[in-house]
């Protein structure tokens, strides 16, 4: 199974910026943060680190996005369960929600909080005993509960879409649900309904499978994934309407590489991919995670193995014109490029 020695890699000397094309490269500031501390960064394409937000309390990050006004949302992680945190541009505490959030969050126009929690439930049917539970919710700033969705409640409906695994012992969560968002407008959308905007995109890992929510109903209108892809992250709408995903390539079982794929959703033909040459040479079995820049280019973020705390981008043809290693020889489970225009603004705004 996995390598338990993945937070210490040999680095082999690489640390800070290591490939940079400046004419290849859609230039920006890097969001970055290790699940091993409480802290995150934005670099600039050297590597500097320009702005960090650090809030201190015991509770490593388990994930953490910036908002466009410069503050951070944050799901710090404890023993005693997670919780929803965010801090202004000087790391002050703005709004926290104690709930059972990990993975991933997201902040909706409207103001509200997107969040994948999870709870103990008994399900026979797919554990002889009880594990952590995953379901959606979605929180207003008053600490109300919006929406609500139950992945137990809709599995059959996602079988009559696609295969979906059998029992799951080997597994202390289900469906490890790892990934959620809300649908951009797209063209896709406009033209057909499952794919509206508003909808809810969401990636259950351990069924190896991604699918759609109508918001309004709840019902599960699409899903794709299996026999294509194993133990994926962070599937995301793109402009165009396709979904641009990380694929592990893990399981049970361990396809051995991993790769970055974009498909049409109508057809579920993969469009675009990276993967390494041989294959065997890209290999981060958990976490990580991809962005597609305005420019064309995808960044893609490697969390674990040889791997393990680097940020690089490619082009459309696999180029890649942009590496970046975690300075600290520590893990990153995702990362995301921020315009200069935003992150400058906030730099002059604050005084930095």
């Known amino acids: 199974m996995y390598r338990t020695d ?13 490939i940079q094309q400046p004419d290849k490269c859609w230039s920006g500031y890097t969001l970055t943060w290790s699940r091993q ?39 710090p992680n404890h023993k005693a369960g997670q919780m929803l945190l965010e ?19 997201e902040r909706l126009p409207n103001g509200n909080t997107l969040s994948v929690c999870h709870g103990r439930a008994h399900y026979p049917a797919i554990c002889s005993r009880p594990m952590l539970y995953d379901y959606l919710l979605e929180i207003t ?17 996602i079988r009559q879409l696609v295969e979906v695994p059998g029992p799951l012992e080997h597994y202390r969560d289900w469906p490890h649900i790892n990934t959620v968002e809300s649908l951009p407008d797209t ?24 699918a759609v929510i109508e918001k309004e109903s709840g019902d599960v209108v699409w899903a794709w994934g299996p026999g ?8 995301t709408m793109l402009p165009s309407g396709n979904i641009l995903l990380f694929d592990n390539g893990s399981g049970p079982p361990l396809r051995g590489y991993s790769r970055v794929l974009e498909i049409e959703p109508l057809s ?24 597609r820049l305005p420019n064309g280019n995808t960044l893609i973020c490697a969390m674990n193995w040889d791997e393990t705390g680097r940020v690089f981008e490619v082009t459309p043809a696999g180029e890649t014109v942009w590496e970046y290693w975690n300075p600290e ?12 225009e935003l992150v400058e603004g906030l730099l002059k705004q604050y005084g930095e």
């Not at 993945?6 to 690489?14: E, L, T």
């Not at 801090?87 to 969050?105: A, I, M, R």
């Not at 294509?228 to 599937?235: A, V, Y």
């Not at 020889?329 to 200069?340: D, V």
Request: proline residues 8%.
């Open 6 to 18: 993945v937070s210490k890699p040999d680095h082999h000397g690489r640390t800070g910026v290591t």
């Open 37 to 75: 501390t409480e802290h995150a960064q934005l670099v600039d394409m050297e590597g500097r680190i320009v702005h960090r937000w650090e809030y201190r309390q015991g509770m490593n990050w388990h994930f953490a996005t910036m908002l466009p006004n410069g503050h951070l949302l944050v799901i």
């Open 87 to 105: 801090l202004d541009w000087q790391s002050n505490p703005v709004w926290k929600h104690p709930s059972g959030s990990h993975h991933d969050c």
């Open 141 to 157: 700033p008053d600490h109300q509960i919006a929406w609500e969705w139950h992945y137990a409640t809709h599995e059959e409906q």
């Open 187 to 210: 063209p896709l959308g406009r033209a057909d309904s499952r794919f509206k905007a508003g909808n809810v995109l969401f990636s259950p890992r351990h069924c190896h499978l991604i």
């Open 228 to 235: 294509e892809i194993l133990g994926q992250h962070q599937p």
């Open 268 to 291: 579920g033909k993969i469009v675009w991919q990276y993967q390494s040459d041989p294959p065997t040479e890209f290999w981060t079995p958990v976490g990580s995670g991809n962005q």
């Open 329 to 340: 020889e520590q893990s990153l489970y995702r990362s995301e490029r921020h315009a200069p």
